[in-house]
């Protein structure tokens, strides 16, 4: 719907409701944000951990029951959440 106001060649038109197509898509763009800014986070919390294993010496890691072969592998279940 146009509205005509006080000045010819102006007008204001409603909004235009988005298609079930347009809000799938958007829906499915969102998602796909959410899936990449979780992903970006757990290669964060990775090398974090990594970082911070490795800095450690062969005693300590031992202590903790962590052979330093094993840092990376460790590293990445700590990111993803797995115990």
Known sequence: M?????RP???FREP??????AEAFGRRVRA????????IEEER??????RELMSLDDR???DIG???GRIREV???LARGET
């Open 60 to 62: 300590e890691l031992d």
């Open 9 to 11: 060649g102006i007008t």
């Open 32 to 39: 796909l944000m959410e899936r990449l800014a979780r992903r």
């Open 75 to 77: 590293a990445r279940s």
């Open 45 to 50: 919390r990775y090398r974090q951990t990594v």
């Open 66 to 68: 962590i052979s330093r």
């Open 16 to 21: 235009r409701r988005r298609s079930r197509v």
């Open 2 to 6: 146009s509205v005509q106001i006080a």
